[in-house]
């Protein structure tokens, strides 16, 4: 069964704005994880923050991780067509393989 | 950079015929896992190794899935018979170890059974 769930399923957006993607999950982790999945291709990992981190920023891309709401965001600053893709979340316990959500399309417009 | 190898990139097999896949893990990743995407969802776990053992294979169709990584290093995947249901990505991926972070998934191996 998948731990974490994304929302929305699908966004559709303008190049130069931003995107944000919510993830929530079910159990305590170590930490939380977003991908990345061109269509028909292999994830690409984005980004990882720890439990006791709060925010992280990698380029354009900031995630934040709200443990006690169980719950993570992405956000993609200045959107890029080349953006378009499916973002995964993946969340990490203690010896246990990582367990992805069902991911956001997310559509970038030129 | 090093690359999770994965073959063939697509399959196209009739049902109750068998099929394998493939996969080279990254030099010196102890960790190997098999994932299934169908459509529109997220990767699910098949199975995973830590070198040549069988760590996880609770969700692995045992009546006809079997995966093997005999030396530790590449591995296989098969599906005997294959299913219409079957249908899906398979996905490898590695990671240095088993302590939850990041892995390295390969490009997948598209099956379409008919």
């Known amino acids: 069964s998948q731990q974490g769930e994304e929302d929305p399923q699908a966004l559709s957006i303008q190049e130069g704005e931003n995107a944000t993607m919510n993830c929530s999950y079910k159990?305590?982790?170590?930490?939380l994880q977003w991908y990345r999945q061109n269509s028909g291709r292999g994830l690409v990992h984005l980004i990882l923050?720890?439990?006791?981190?709060r925010e992280k920023h990698s380029g354009r891309l900031r995630v934040t991780l709200d443990t006690s709401k169980k719950s993570s965001s992405l956000l993609i600053t200045a959107s890029r067509a080349a953006d378009t893709a499916s973002y995964f979340c993946?969340?990490?316990?203690?010896?246990?393989?990582?367990?992805f959500g069902k991911g956001t399309r997310l559509s970038v417009i030129a | 950079e090093a690359e999770v190898a994965q073959s063939p990139r697509y399959k196209i097999t009739e049902k109750s015929q068998a099929v394998a896949f493939w996969c080279d893990p990254i030099?010196?990743?102890?960790?190997l896992y098999w994932y299934r995407q169908i459509l529109g969802q997220g990767p699910e776990l098949l199975v995973q190794?830590?070198?040549?053992?069988?760590?996880?294979d609770s969700q692995l169709p045992k009546d006809r899935f079997s995966a093997e990584r005999l030396k530790g290093v590449d591995s296989t995947l098969k599906i005997q018979p294959a299913e219409l249901g079957d249908s899906a990505m398979y996905l490898c991926?590695?990671?240095?170890?088993?302590?939850?972070?990041?892995?390295?998934f390969g490009e997948g191996s598209w099956l379409t059974v008919v």
């Open positions: 993946a969340s990490s316990r203690r010896n246990t393989p990582l367990v």
């Open positions: 159990t305590s982790i170590n930490n």
């Open positions: 923050i720890r439990s006791n981190e």
């Open positions: 030099s010196g990743h102890a960790t």
């Open positions: 190794f830590q070198d040549e053992s069988v760590v996880d």
């Open positions: 991926a590695s990671s240095l170890d088993a302590s939850g972070n990041t892995i390295y």
